[in-house]
């Protein structure tokens, strides 16, 4: 357990427990692991298909806090489509251990690949991208 919650890994989910709301949000989206709970809301503004500013809140456990910080980090100045193919890359890397790690934020969550059932909690907050609706 004291591979898996270091202070990388910890510091990323801080990242999301201490971000600021956005006064001008354009979209919203919600998504839930109803299997542990994990909830995660997010808001964006979105300009000329780019994310310009975003926000996060994570409701779970410090797993989902990390995804939610590394998607807080990963996530200005793309399209959700970027950030949709971010996630999948995210995924795939936490799911085969011949891939090499898509983003090197992403690090600190090495020794979450061990352990397949904590996956989704990991990359619920890049979810998101294809939950987005106007505000």
Known sequence: MDKLYQKELLALANIAKNAK???NATHIAEVNNPVCGDRITASIT?????ITQAYIRSRGCALCEAGAGLWLKSCVGHSLHDLENIGASLH???QD???LCPLEKAAP?????AIKNRHK???LAFQTSPAFMPI
Do not use: G, M, N
């Open 46 to 50: 979105l300009e000329d298909d780019v």
């Open 97 to 99: 251990d011949s891939q």
């Open 21 to 23: 709301p956005i006064e």
């Open 109 to 113: 969550l090495e020794p979450v690949r």
């Open 92 to 94: 795939a890397w936490l």
């Open 121 to 123: 909690c990991v990359t």
